[in-house]
């Protein structure tokens, strides 16, 4: 036993050497003190002469220095001791080829290749051997016939499709990732990042697409094949596409609906709600009540549906009436609980906004909060839309008291500073400017951007205008037409507009009078009558505080509602150039840059 304890002694003293040593000789390598270098790989040589690292390391030393003649030597010895490791043939063609000896460099790598043996550590040394010297074709040809020798064409197809890549060959560059991922389906993910990096332009994915469309005919039954043509779909936003994909993948592997879920929501979130019906559709009709996406499926169904119905503002009162009843049979079936609060309060949110029936909206938001079973930010959130829709009503008692209720249950997170926000914004409504304008300036250290840029302008807004008149008359006409609007009294709103200019003519509130006024024509969808004002404000007034607001809406508008992106460019361009202090101006850059195709992360 204590031979055996020396033994083992021994072993570890001698790793511990030898590791302080190849530590040493690195050192020396890296700082380019070569003849130190070699004098310690070849020491480490002697310990452990077939360890490939320290004699590369010991040949590139030597190389170094010029002293060919003794790196000659060296590999000639090293060759006749180990002849089946046909990469140090590489090796001797790289010392001719730093001697300009180009023929005899090209016969010694030919030599490597001929002699390959079906070694799979062997074929990946000498690829490996190619590629350390940029010699991709070479590499390239090594690896093939590797394949061929081991008479396994997939063996090195990860190895062969990274040279392509190198070489910018996307065709074969694809091909071998493929044939890389046939036999690897739980990798599936790893080759979708590789193919993420590399694929640049529509014409990548289209010959992915091809190449896969082929595979999927010669091998049917590979579930690698639709899995990444399903991914392909979805890159090129073909979400219909990328449904059948899913659709038949689930079906062939008895899932549970998931990966048809996710692109119900990939859809949804890209506007597509044709598709994102079909989707989740399937899971309804087809996953059963038991499911646990059914729900939620039920759900996305639902929300897809209305956002169809009105994202162009051109529903009729039928269309509305035939996804209330969807709402209702839906509840009645599974009632108003934690499994469907979220659902409910989407249907609260419908019946005030679309259907204009806030009584009804109150009665369901009153029926949710009730629950103690619901989810606190449910409830939180469904007391926030409760606040606005009695703020809606006039009843501003009712919705200051449970903006307050929000505020004081979640101080710290982002529900508390949106109530704080809106109790601050009710205040101002109703000519509370001082108090309003307090809060304001706290709010403008929330930690959403949102909410502090919003604080900000009003907080600036109010400060500006108090100052100016020895009367808030002005500011209260104004205030008041904010209100008329938010409650989507949209005539009345005009009316009291209107009055600011006729009762104060010249009045510095001009700017924000015709601000007002288009964001109320974009609630009616007459765009054209929102750009010419949001314009003029931009023209005649550079230099006020609603300029950067109306660029920044003139940008939106062209953007998501007249698909016009080179247009929005411009004033998003405008904006962060000309008013680099603004709120707005990050966002502005941000959305830009997207427009434009920047990689934004």
Known sequence: MRITGFILLFFLLSLAMNGQDSRLANQY???????????????????????????????????????????????????????HHVQLYVTYGNLYERQFMSEKADAQYRKAIDNVPPDIAIISKLGNAFIRLTKYDLAIEAFDKGGRIMNNDQIFAYNLADLYRRKGD?????????????????????????????LKTDEDYEELRKQLFERIQKEPDNIVYPELLEWVYIQKKEYNRALRQARALDRNLDENGTRVYNIADIAYNAGDYDTAIKAYEYIVDNKGINNSLYVDAKRGMLKSKRNKITRNYNYTIQDLDSLDFEYQKFIAEFGINARTDQLVKE????????????????????????LASINKYVKANSKISLADYFLMKGEVWEATLLYSQVEKDFTEEYLGEISRFKNARLA??????????????????????????????????????????TTDVPLQLYADAELLTFQNRFDEAFVKLDSIAALFPDHSLDDDVKYQKAKIYVKLNDFDTAIKLYSEVVEKYPEDIRADNSLFALGEIHENQLNAPDQAMKYYEKLFMD???????????????????????
């Open 579 to 601: 008013y680099s202090n603004s709120t707005f101006a990050v966002e502005a850059r941000k959305r830009f840059r997207i427009l434009r195709g920047d990689d934004i992360q």
């Open 347 to 370: 249907y609260a949110d419908f019946l005030a906004i679309y259907k204009n029936d806030l009584d009804a909206s109150i009665e369901v938001l009153n029926q949710l909060i009730g």
């Open 29 to 83: 390598y890296q700082t380019g003190e070569y003849e130190k270098a070699a004098e310690v790989y070849k020491m480490l040589l002697e310990k452990t002469p077939r360890n490939d690292y320290y004699f590369s390391r010991y040949i590139e030393s030597l190389l170094a220095m010029e002293n060919f003649q003794l790196a000659e030597k060296e590999i000639k010895k090293q060759i006749s001791t180990q002849p």
């Open 428 to 469: 101002y409504f109703i000519g509370n400017f001082e108090w309003a304008q307090e809060q304001f300036d706290i709010l403008k250290a929330a930690t959403s951007r949102l909410i502090s840029n919003d604080a900000i302008d009003l907080s600036v807004f109010i400060m500006d205008n108090l100052g100016l008149d």
């Open 170 to 198: 996307v065709p074969r560059m694809i091909k071998y990732y493929i044939k890389a991922s046939s036999n690897n389906p739980t990798q599936a993910v790893k080759y979708k990042t590789h193919f993420q990096r590399n």
